[in-house]
């Protein structure tokens, strides 16, 4: 497995200047922009919360995957390719953890045509496992923009005007080739309300340009990995919906896991039904989610019956998707010289050492950069806020 | 907003406005001041045009006594309109400003092709035949004819123009070719002879170089502009070629014998009119003897705009004897093309002096110098009086007549040479006589002798101290602007030798080498991998670029590079070129991506812009000197060596690396857009090289970019294009960048102006020393 293409030789590579991000400070020392770089990194996340404003919540996705002959290139480590895969599972994961009644798809595009790796579905497993496998790809020939978009809208366009429309698309190339006019196809897309955005990994290109502005998506060009990565996790969370979008009442359902065993008296093993038409896996087993409506099984959640058409989710699921809508102001920064009182973080309860803290703007208690990054990112509510409500 | 430039009180109609463009307001204005000539250097797409314009409007308006017009000239039609538009602005801003109406004129002047609105005449393909068609419609003695033969035909609009048109001015406001066309049409006035008329009060005309610089045409339009104008010209990097060209003539064995038939029909009208209408001949004769004082007289009242044609001694003189009948004069043009017609039956190259040329025409034909001198006017003269309808048909008799007029006028500053065949083609005889003209200070001295300030502007003038030298005039200011940036959005890098270490070059001791050939040709493959949309590639000859295309085509170096972006090639056609081009385009902007191989000193070198994703990369093969061994540049060479003291080789670095800026320049076209230059010769990284590059470009140049391979290329140009694709958005307050009104006023920014504004200064005038 770890035998690595011959060609991935670091030699062989292509020549880069990575010296020059470096920078000697008055004493000639590196030590200070090293740190530099290593704190900026870890604040990079950008914080755009959008305050009030109506969010699609329920997202159908179909990031297009580019496997043409450009994704061949070192440039990402081992190679685009690799690198964007590996990407995409934590992106994929991320989706469901932040979005869990969504859906997502994956379509990949090389030699003029454009595949389906997985249809819509809200499954991680099935796409992470799809993107694994994915790996192996040989990458040839060009990518087709026009044929990609328009399979992904084949599908698309047929789900309720409630849920958000979005296509992704990462594109290694500098060039598309089209078996029509595109702009023809940007038309309809605005029509259909798709949203397109695109994560360029070379340079920007005109035609992208214009597709992402027309149908009010997003595009960005990554610098780097870390930049990539990023760029992938600003699309992790929903996109505020637009106004005209249908809005209506969703039933959902709230099964209950029942845990039965062998030693039960009535328990019989029975099949998950989202099993059925899956080859993979055995499906037979005791226990389950059980749907309220039509008492079908299945073993994970979320997922739409496939019975009778109910979605399922579990209440922290929903109420994950909820914080979107009200998202943690961010923290004011402020240097630690300026911090009067005991210095250390509220949190973890580590000494500050860091050159900045940060303060809640609401019960103004002080935090480090890593509490300050897991408190938004994973918590998205401030653990003294919550404490000082319980208190009063 | 409202700016004051040294006490002078200027509107400009934007919000904010960038420091270069206010360091170019002062400088201009000293120029005025002074009443002196300027050279102004600053880069395309950081609005010069409107800095000019709203400076001496402005200036117009505090001191309508000592500035009556803005005459500007640019080089092409889309270029004059654009120079409108932004006036229009300005116009519509002062209006808002002052609250009332001004009556200020502006108009466009451009050629009867483009401001016919006759339906018959404008629907003519060709500028010689519209010209040609209108003439013998309007010229007086066809519409004297008209008068006892009311069934001739006529174009209603001139018609109306001369019998209303002249007594009411047009009303004030701003015209450009579309809206005089519009007005032409709603009077019912010819918009052509509207706007010759009205350029006499205009406050600003826009028009072409030539209307100023090539004395045939200068003679008819401009010339009783008042001496109080201030002259801009714009895009004026090859103002010198222009005025070359002006004043130079190619006679070929065609030529000859269409003017052989023309002299027939000459003939054969004269003896018809003797017969018929013999008077008339002798009216004409007697119209020679004054006829010439006559024009002596005009330009006396008021400087007129002299003809460098016609010197003033000519005009003290009577045409002389031997050419004063007609059939004399038909008898003088025969020996005169029977004598060029023998020296082009040569089998050697000749090259002589014109007082050569005339001791020998004096010998073998007794042709004396003094009727030759006459040969123009008396053609002219001759032409109306046989009333001849349609001149177009006798453009070789006329061409032949100028040349016998320059080469009798001028002993100095021109030459003569004949080639029996073209270097390529040695085998096959096509001879041809050029008389050069090597001073390009001859057509342009009038100018600068009859106007109180003329500015010369443009994009790529560097080195400067070059054209006051080469024009022959005293600027009083002379300064290069660079462009403030809020990023760096060029990227000149110089790449020396391929991934094998051997060095690129296209000197013509390598330029067949296999192995230059070879990695140029990886050079484009690879840019074409990781540029996005569109590549424009210079080669320095049509000749060159068939070679390697050719070569790169057995290589398969072509097919790879089709992967990546569809390929069109430049050609002499002008038709096949504008097709190329518009396929290109449509290339960039649906995703495939294009290249354009072109030449420099092309059409595409020259007028076309590549703004944003037309252009992202520009590649320079080859440093593009003129071609060397050409008879006509050895002598104008000499000739600058001995009269202006620069020294050949200087003078050729200087026009290749103009032109190699203007390739390079294409794709920069304002400070939103973003291109690479790749200077692919090793040659660019040598500093008498890379020191005449526009200021703008150099400080671009780190000591690091300056001798690459192929793949440090690559890799700087990955990251460049990466970081210039992140969103980039104008900061507006930032004072560096942008000036609003507010920190303008503040003493801070005007302090930090004045430093910068005196850096230019001191590089202008060091280069002169």
């Known amino acids: 497995m770890d035998e690595e293409p011959e060609i991935a030789k670091r030699w062989e590579g292509g ?32 914080i755009e919360s959008h305050g009030q404003v109506r969010l699609g919540m329920m997202r ?96 698309l366009k047929h789900m ?127 226990g389950g989610y059980y749907c309220p409506q039509c008492r079908a099984k299945y073993t994970e959640l979320p997922v739409e019956c496939k019975v009778c058409g109910l979605t399922l989710v579990s209440a922290p699921h929903l109420a994950r998707s909820f914080h979107h809508l009200f998202p943690l102001d961010a923290f004011q920064e402020s240097p630690l010289e300026e911090l009067t009182g005991e210095r250390f973080c509220q949190a973890c309860q580590g000494q500050l050492k860091d050159q900045s803290v940060f303060t809640c703007p609401v019960c103004r208690t002080v935090f480090c950069v890593e509490c300050d990054l897991f408190i938004h990112d994973t918590l998205h509510c401030c653990p003294s806020c919550i404490h000082n409500q319980g208190m009063s | 907003m409202k700016l004051n430039i040294e006490g002078l009180l200027v509107y400009f109609p934007y919000d904010y406005i960038y420091p270069e463009q206010y360091s170019y307001m002062l400088e201009l ?25 709203s400076l001496i409007v402005a200036y117009q308006r505090a001191h309508p006594l000592e500035v009556t017009k803005l005459v500007y000239c640019s080089r092409t039609v889309p270029e004059i309109e ?31 092709k483009n401001l016919c609105v006759h339906p018959e005449v404008s629907s003519l393909r060709f500028g010689k035949e519209v010209d040609g068609k209108c003439h013998s419609l309007t010229a007086s003695y066809m519409r004297a004819q008209r008068q006892s033969d009311p069934s001739l035909p006529s174009c209603c609009f001139y018609e109306e123009f001369d019998a209303v048109g002249r007594q009411v001015p047009v009303s004030a406001g701003v015209y450009n070719l579309d809206d005089l066309k519009d007005y032409g049409r709603r009077k019912g006035w010819c918009p052509y002879y509207l706007a010759r008329y009205s350029i006499l009060h205009a406050n600003i005309i826009v028009y072409s170089y030539h209307y100023l610089l090539d004395p045939k045409i200068a003679d008819l339009v401009s010339k009783e502009l008042s001496k109080k104008s201030v002259v801009v010209f714009d895009e004026a990097h090859n103002i010198d070629s222009v005025c070359i060209d002006s004043m130079s003539v190619n006679i070929t064995r065609r030529t000859l014998d269409r003017c ?64 004063r009948t007609a059939e004399h004069f038909i008898g003088f043009l025969k020996r005169f093309l029977e004598y060029l017609k023998s020296r082009l039956r040569t089998h050697h190259v000749v090259q002589e002096s014109a007082p050569q040329f005339l001791k020998d025409i004096f010998e073998k034909v007794c042709i004396d110098r003094k009727p030759m001198r006459f040969c123009a006017e008396r053609l002219h003269s001759l032409l109306r009086t046989l009333e001849i309808a349609d001149v177009a048909d006798f453009s070789a008799i006329t061409l032949i007549s100028h ?83 809020a990023r760096t959005c060029l990227c000149p890098l110089i790449v020396g030798r391929g991934n094998d270490q051997v060095a690129l070059s296209s000197k013509f001791e390598t330029r067949e080498d296999f192995a230059v050939i070879r990695n140029y040709g990886n050079l484009l493959l690879e840019m074409s991998a990781i540029v996005p949309d569109g590549i424009v590639a210079f080669f320095t000859s049509y000749v ?156 671009q140049i780190t000591d690091s970019s300056l001798n690459l391979s192929i793949d440090e290329t690559i890799q700087l140009s990955k990251h460049f294009l990466r970081q210039m694709a992140q969103p980039f958005k104008r900061v507006r307050t930032c004072p560096q960048h942008t000036l609003s009104p507010t920190c303008l006023h503040s003493t801070n920014t005007l302090n930090m102006l004045s430093v910068e504004e005196m850096m230019p200064k001191y590089t202008g005038c060091g280069g002169k020393k």
């Open chain 1, 15 to 46: 020549y880069e200047r990575t010296w020059e991000v470096l920078k000697e400070d008055e004493s000639g020392s590196l030590k200070a922009t090293v740190e530099d770089i290593l704190f900026q990194s870890k604040r990079k996340r950008v």
């Open chain 1, 60 to 155: 159908h996705l179909f990031v297009v995957v580019d496997t043409s002959r450009t994704m061949d290139d070192h440039d990402l480590k081992p190679n685009r390719l690799t690198s964007t895969l590996k990407l995409l599972e934590f992106f994929v994961d991320e989706y469901f953890d932040q979005n869990p009644i969504s859906q997502i798809g994956i379509i990949t595009t090389q030699n003029k045509r454009a595949q389906k790796l997985t249809d819509l579905s809200g499954n991680p497993k099935k796409h992470i496992t799809a993107l694994k496998k994915a790996v192996d790809t040989t990458c040839i020939g060009e990518p087709s923009l026009y044929n990609s978009i328009n399979l992904a809208m084949q599908t």
């Open chain 1, 160 to 286: 309720p005007g409630h849920t958000s429309r979005e296509i992704l698309i990462v594109l290694s190339s500098l060039t598309t080739c089209d078996p029509a006019n595109i702009n023809e196809l940007v038309k309809t897309l605005q029509g259909l309300k798709i949203r397109v955005s695109v994560i360029g990994l070379s340079a920007e290109v005109r035609v992208c340009t214009v597709l992402t502005r027309d149908t009010g998506g997003s595009y960005n060009v990554i610098l780097d990995e870390c930049h990539f990565r990023e760029l992938l996790m600003l699309h992790v969370k929903p996109p505020p919906a637009s106004t005209s979008s249908e809005c209506s009442l969703i039933r959902m359902g709230f099964p209950q896991h029942i845990i039965a065993t062998m030693s039960e008296q009535d328990a019989k093993p029975s099949f998950s039904m989202a099993h059925l038409d899956s080859t993979g896996g055995p499906g037979l087993g005791f």
């Open chain 2, 29 to 53: 204005k000293r120029t005025l001041d002074a009443k002196g000539h300027g050279v102004l250097e600053m880069p395309s797409g950081t609005g010069k045009t409107i800095s000019l314009l």
């Open chain 2, 82 to 112: 654009k120079v409108v538009e932004e006036l229009r602005k300005l116009i519509e801003f002062y209006a808002k400003e002052t609250g009332k109406t001004n009556n200020f004129l502006a108009l466009a002047l451009s050629s009867r």
């Open chain 2, 260 to 323: 052989q038939l023309n002299v027939d029909t000459l003939q054969s009208t004269i003896q018809r009119i003797k017969e018929t209408d013999a008077a008339k001949l002798k009216e004409e004769y007697r119209q020679l003897l004054e006829g010439l004082k006559e024009a002596s007289v005009a330009r006396e009242t008021d400087v007129f705009l002299s003809n460098p044609v016609l010197p003033d001694e000519i005009l003290q003189e009577a045409v002389p004897g031997s050419i």
């Open chain 2, 403 to 485: 040349f016998a007029t320059l080469v009798s006028t001028y002993s100095k500053g021109f030459t003569i040479i004949i080639e029996p065949f073209e270097d390529k083609t040695p085998t096959i005889a096509n001879p041809v006589l050029h008389f050069s003209c090597m001073d390009a200070s001859i057509a342009i001295k009038p100018v600068f002798e009859r106007f109180q300030t003329v500015i010369i502007t443009s994009g790529t003038l560097s080195p400067l101290d070059i054209y006051p030298r080469i024009l022959d005039f005293r600027p009083v200011t002379m300064a290069s602007f660079t462009m403030t940036l």
């Open chain 2, 544 to 699: 060159y670029m068939e070679n390697i295309v050719a070569s790169w085509y057995e290589q398969g170096i072509l097919e790879n590079v089709q992967r990546n972006k569809l390929i069109f090639i430049e050609t002499p056609d002008a038709a096949e070129t504008s097709m190329a081009l518009e396929k290109y385009q449509e290339a960039c902007e649906n995703g495939r991506g294009a290249i354009l191989l072109s030449v420099a000193r092309g059409k595409v070198s020259e007028g076309i812009d590549f703004v944003h994703h037309y252009g992202r990369a520009v590649i320079m093969f080859g440093v593009p000197y003129v071609y060397t061994q050409s008879r006509i540049l050895k002598a104008r060479l000499e000739y600058l060596r001995d009269q202006f003291q620069i020294r050949e080789n200087d003078f050729l670095t200087f026009d290749a690396m103009r032109h190699a800026a203007q390739c390079v320049g294409r794709v920069i076209r304002g400070k939103t857009d973003y291109g690479l230059m790749i200077f692919a010769d090793k040659r660019y990284a040598r500093a008498d090289k890379r020191g005449k590059l526009p200021r703008w470009i150099q400080e």
